[in-house]
């Protein structure tokens, strides 16, 4: 059975960091776009950054470019997502989802199929 698994959220002061963690389990990756998004409350769901399992291209939003890292391990099968210099407005519970894909390019607009449960990331001081 296909299931996600998010870990690493966390109460952290501005500024500081955090990594989460997306393990997958019953099934491999391979050709497969990873995408993390978040959502605070009373708002949208946003996508924050994604990668081709298979090439590891990736795509961040403008939010987070120069401060969170995609990036994953094959032995793992894991996606990591390193969140530097976090801001007041990061705060959401971030998400990990999937989708099978021929394209390397990810997209954080089209429609993932997997999900996980979800992690809260609270920043405050």
């Known amino acids: 059975q296909l299931q996600l698994v998010e870990s690493g959220g966390g109460l952290v002061q501005p500024g500081g960091s955090l990594k989460l963690s997306c393990a997958a389990s019953g099934f491999t990756l391979g050709s497969y776009h990873i995408g993390w998004f978040r959502q605070a409350p009373g708002k949208e769901r946003e996508g924050v950054s994604c990668?081709?399992?298979?090439?590891?291209?990736?795509y961040y939003a403008d939010s987070v470019k120069d401060r969170f890292t995609i990036s994953r391990d094959s032995a793992k099968n894991t996606v990591y997502l390193q969140m530097n210099n976090l801001k007041p407005e990061d705060t959401a519970v971030y998400y990990c989802?999937?989708?099978?894909?021929?394209?390397?390019?990810?997209?954080?607009?089209?429609?993932?199929?997997?999900w996980g449960q979800g992690t809260q990331v609270t920043v405050s001081s």
């Open positions: 989802a999937t989708k099978p894909s021929p394209f390397d390019l990810c997209s954080l607009t089209t429609r993932y199929d997997f």
């Open positions: 990668v081709r399992w298979e090439s590891g291209s990736t």
